[in-house]
């Protein structure tokens, strides 16, 4: 008999049993596996540093999850692929003074489509960028998502590449997709760093109150509503509600008419459906989500 009482036929060769053999993967397994990827950005190789203390402390670390387990598969984690996503801490001198309320930066001539840290990345506007370049993406603080490529912002979106674009949103939303979070982006003149970068929190402060303002304006209209924030002195600003999770970036961009120069670009869930909030020439940010 063979191993676990099967009979040897004639002609029937039984290979002996190797631990070091390797198992090859089924199609179906295969294609689980391709899923997994594409649904789960930890699937992929990604290359970890350490969170300090006061990320692991922060609770709103990974979008309200577990800090501790969250920390302890990065710590596990041994893959080091220099071009896929990067998780790490976040260095306090990046938080922008324009979006914490200061005077807002309008240095940002050379800024479009990234030119300037594409140029000049070791500039001090530049850090995001000097630290994800190259790749993929990156998550920083757990909170935030910048690309590897050199983008300034939402002056490099437009209708015509917003598509190239949307995969980060949708990864923001990996990490926070609840109805208590917002997804948000900060318009040109509104921020000092000049590489693109997607904020993934709860809301808290005026948060709530604008949730709930939202969802009424828009659950049940049909396509794109006028909407006022009552805050932050935002101008001219557009809603709308979406089945499922939608192209952000791309809607957007149609929305306000080609660029995305001037907007905020905000995500929030409610009413069983994601609604899309661009504001125009002002940061929401820490208004519905202080720190």
């Given at each position: 008999?063979?191993?676990?009482g099967a009979?040897?036929?004639?002609g029937?060769?039984?290979?002996?049993?190797?631990?070091?053999?390797?198992?090859?993967?089924?199609?179906?397994?295969?294609?689980?596996?391709?899923?997994?990827?594409?649904?789960?950005?930890?699937?992929?190789?990604?290359?970890?540093?350490?969170?300090?203390?006061?990320?692991l402390?922060?609770?709103?670390?990974?979008?309200?999850?577990?800090?501790?387990?969250?920390?302890?598969?990065?710590?596990?984690?041994?893959?080091?692929?220099?071009a896929?996503?990067?998780?790490?801490?976040?260095?306090?001198?990046?938080d922008?003074?324009?979006?914490?309320?200061?005077?807002?930066?309008?240095?940002?001539g050379?800024?479009?489509?990234?030119?300037?840290?594409?140029?000049?990345?070791?500039?001090?506007?530049c850090a995001l960028?000097?630290?994800?370049?190259?790749?993929?993406?990156?998550?920083f603080?757990?909170?935030?998502v910048?690309?590897?490529?050199?983008?300034?912002?939402?002056e490099?979106?437009n209708?015509?590449?917003?598509h190239h674009?949307?995969?980060?949103?949708?990864?923001?939303?990996?990490h926070?997709?609840?109805?208590?979070?917002?997804?948000?982006?900060n318009?040109m003149?509104?921020?000092?760093?000049?590489?693109?970068?997607?904020?993934?929190?709860?809301?808290?402060?005026?948060?709530?109150?604008?949730?709930?303002?939202?969802?009424?304006?828009?659950c049940?209209?049909?396509g794109?509503?006028?909407?006022?924030t009552?805050?932050?002195g935002c101008?001219y600003?557009?809603?709308?509600?979406?089945?499922?999770f939608?192209?952000?970036?791309?809607?957007?961009?149609?929305?306000?008419?080609?660029?995305?120069?001037?907007?905020?670009?905000?995500v929030w869930?409610?009413?069983?459906?994601?609604?899309?909030?661009?504001?125009?020439?002002?940061?929401?940010?820490?208004?519905?989500?202080?720190?």
């Amino acid at each position: 008999l063979a191993q676990g009482g099967a009979p040897n036929l004639p002609g029937r060769r039984v290979p002996a049993a190797s631990a070091a053999e390797p198992r090859r993967m089924t199609r179906p397994q295969k294609l689980l596996g391709l899923a997994l990827a594409w649904s789960w950005p930890g699937a992929f190789a990604t290359a970890y540093m350490p969170l300090d203390e006061a990320v692991l402390g922060d609770d709103e670390c990974a979008a309200g999850g577990d800090c501790a387990f969250n920390a302890l598969q990065l710590r596990a984690a041994s893959a080091d692929d220099p071009a896929g996503p990067l998780i790490a801490e976040a260095d306090p001198s990046w938080d922008d003074p324009a979006e914490l309320g200061g005077e807002a930066s309008d240095d940002l001539g050379t800024s479009v489509e990234g030119g300037y840290c594409s140029m000049l990345p070791n500039a001090k506007r530049c850090a995001l960028y000097q630290k994800c370049r190259g790749r993929s993406y990156c998550i920083f603080g757990g909170y935030m998502v910048v690309p590897g490529e050199a983008t300034a912002g939402m002056e490099s979106i437009n209708s015509g590449n917003a598509h190239h674009y949307d995969y980060l949103m949708g990864i923001a939303r990996s990490h926070c997709g609840s109805p208590s979070c917002v997804l948000l982006t900060n318009p040109m003149g509104h921020r000092t760093q000049d590489q693109l970068h997607i904020h993934f929190r709860h809301f808290n402060g005026l948060g709530p109150s604008m949730h709930s303002k939202l969802m009424a304006a828009t659950c049940q209209a049909d396509g794109w509503v006028t909407f006022r924030t009552g805050c932050c002195g935002c101008g001219y600003s557009r809603a709308r509600a979406f089945h499922g999770f939608p192209r952000v970036f791309t809607e957007a961009a149609r929305a306000v008419g080609g660029t995305l120069a001037g907007f905020g670009v905000s995500v929030w869930f409610g009413c069983g459906k994601t609604v899309v909030l661009a504001t125009s020439m002002c940061s929401i940010e820490h208004s519905v989500s202080a720190r």
